[in-house]
Every structure is written in C-alpha cells, then in structure tokens.
Nanobody, 126 residues
Framework: QLRLVESGGGLVQPGGSLRLSCAASGSPLDGYGIGWFRQVPDKEREGISCITSDSSTYYADSVKGRFTISRDNDKKTVYLQMNNLTPEDTGVYYC????????????????????WGKGTLVTVSA
C-alpha cells in the first residue's frame, strides 16, 4: 500500500524559493501518478500540479512558469520546485498518488486517490 510523506515546507520571503519533496514507501512509485494540492483556510483545496509515471506534467495557471514538478522513481520521491513565491502561495501542500494515471491534466485532481500525505506548511511572508 502506497504511503506518502511531504517535507520541505517553511517560511520564505516573497520572491524566494522552496523545494517540496513527496517521499513514497510501501509500493514502487513508478506505477503512480502524483499530484500536488494546496489548502488555504476557508478556500477549496486546489490542485496545482501533477506528473504521470512517464513524467508528463500539468500545471494550474496559478503556478505555471513558477513551479516545476519532477520525479525520481529510484529515490521514490516527487519534487515540487517553487520559485518566485508570493503570499498567495501560502498554504498547506499535500501530495497524493493515483495508480494507472495515463494523462497529466486537470481531471487528475478529481480522481479517488490511493494515498495522501499529511501535508507540509508553506508560509510566504516578509
């Protein structure tokens, strides 16, 4: 059974960068599409990026050009490099995995996920 753990969150100034990691255990990572979501209080959870097992990627408009998702199946880890951060990027970031993901597109975020991490907090503030 796939298990996911996020790390890399923290406090960063506007314009700064962070790299989040989503470490997998319990199952080989290469059979799963992995997505990143963020949750801000009083707002709906937002799917922001996903990557298929063959490394096709999708980005929401809110992060396109600033965030980069990647995966290292040997290390069983998916990364989210976040650059040029703004206060609007503040939130709890979760990764989630779905088996048999064939396409990187917005529909990924509506799948019934096989696993969720517990989240890592990102705070962008001066």
């Amino acid at each position: 059974q796939l298990r996911l753990v996020e790390s890399g969150g923290g406090l960063v100034q506007p314009g700064g960068s962070l790299r989040l990691s989503c470490a997998a255990s319990g199952s080989p990572l290469d059979g799963y599409g992995i997505g990143w979501f963020r949750q801000v209080p009083d707002k709906e959870r937002e799917g922001i990026s996903c990557i298929t097992s063959d490394s096709s990627t999708y980005y929401a408009d809110s992060v396109k050009g600033r965030f980069t998702i990647s995966r290292d199946n040997d290390k069983k880890t998916v990364y989210l490099q976040m650059n040029n951060l703004t206060p609007e990027d503040t939130g709890v970031y979760y990764c989630a995995g779905h088996a048999s993901t064939v396409k990187a597109d917005p529909w990924f975020f509506y799948y019934d996920m096989d696993a969720w991490g517990k989240g890592t907090l990102v705070t962008v503030s001066a």
